[in-house]
């Protein structure tokens, strides 16, 4: 269990009035290391020591553990693609009707590389002690996709109904079984990305998505647990009130949408977070490039009291430290001329 109230940490985070910036930000730690990804994903010790390294570099509210979405279904049977720069992908799909969905074993926790990811958050905890220690877990619909094959998830929820539900009940019990595994090694809480869901139509994410995000939020948020949902799809302020229906801790959302008029939809005492392009900006463009984009969103935003400023993502491995740095420089900046 943490050491933490997260609870007052929420409360501490929407009462600032200089707030610290919280981006999804854990793969550049290769750089930092110089090791490859594939290295990196696969030993704890690497991943704590990288988080770590980043820790001690930046100047953020938390530290943000590995958003790789393909831990959880590799361990259903997915088949992952590793590459040394970019971060895992799944490969095809191991359900495609109702008979594979029932057949489908819910894997142990521990299966896969899950158990090393539960190792590396119970060794980050005991090194990072300044800040929350967040794990990175896949949300219920996402992963439920990457088992069907993405392209075809939509077509399914419209099509297979059942199929998908059924596979819905399977990846909500283990990533319960999963988060809390993550919580009795002392995490603070986790980054749920839900990102498939953005692809859904409202009515849809109300039914295949949100009813199972809840279950999971609520089985295990607690006072010293805070679960921040995270969803990329530009779809997010259509869906809104079905989102905030999960009862997550906070909310984090991709560049894809406009974060001023997301600000309008979140409720006053709820923190939202974003979304600063991670791809365009902190990947591929330059140190004045980024300082303009956070600037930008942080002089639209932050004039609301629960907004923090983020990545609308999770920052690529080959990002240039000198991009992140400008993105931290510009958060330090806005504040310097807004006291």
């Not at 930000?25 to 020591?49: M, W």
């Not at 090393?116 to 980050?124: L, M, N, P, Q």
């Not at 419209?158 to 819905?168: G, N, S």
């Not at 991709?254 to 939809?265: L, Q, R, S, V």
Request: hydrophobic letters at 40%.
């Amino acid at each position: 269990m943490s050491d933490r109230n997260m609870k007052q940490w929420l409360t501490e985070q929407l009462e600032a009035k200089r707030k610290l910036s919280m981006p999804v930000l854990s793969f550049p730690s290769i750089q930092l290391l110089g090791i490859s990804v594939k290295d990196l994903i696969s030993n704890s010790d690497t991943q704590a020591t990288g988080m770590k390294a980043v820790a001690d570099r930046t100047k953020s509210a938390a530290s943000v553990s590995l958003m790789d979405l393909s831990v959880e279904a590799e361990c259903f049977g997915s088949e992952i693609r590793v590459s040394d720069d970019e971060v895992p992908t799944v490969v095809g799909s191991v359900v495609s009707d109702l008979e594979s969905a029932q057949a489908l074993e819910i894997p142990k926790v521990g299966a896969g590389r899950t158990g090393i990811y539960i190792e590396a958050i119970e060794k980050a905890v005991k090194r990072i002690t300044d800040r929350p220690v967040f794990a990175g877990v896949i949300g219920p619909f996402s992963l439920a996709g990457r088992l069907m094959d993405v392209t075809e998830a939509m077509i399914y929820c419209y099509e297979e109904p059942e199929m998908v539900h059924t596979i819905m009940d399977k990846t909500t019990a283990f990533l319960i079984d999963y988060i809390r595994a993550y919580k009795a090694v002392g995490a603070h809480g986790i980054v749920m990305a839900e990102p498939l869901t953005g692809l859904l139509s409202p009515d849809l994410a109300e039914e295949f998505s949100s009813p199972y995000v809840k279950r999971i939020v609520d089985a295990v948020k607690s006072d010293d647990f805070i679960v921040i949902y995270h969803n990329c799809g530009d779809g997010t302020i259509r869906m809104i009130d079905s989102i905030l229906s999960t009862g997550s801790s906070a909310y984090h959302f991709g560049n894809a949408i406009d974060m001023a008029e997301m600000m309008t939809h979140i409720p006053e005492g709820i923190i939202a977070m974003g979304n600063v392009d991670p791809a365009a900006e902190i990947r591929n463009g330059t140190p004045e490039s980024v300082r303009a984009a956070t600037l930008g969103i942080m002089e639209k935003c932050c004039k609301y009291p629960n907004f923090i400023i983020s990545t609308g993502c999770d920052v690529p491995p080959l990002s240039p430290w000198t991009n992140i740095d400008a993105f931290f420089a510009a958060v330090e900046e806005y504040y310097h001329t807004h006291e």
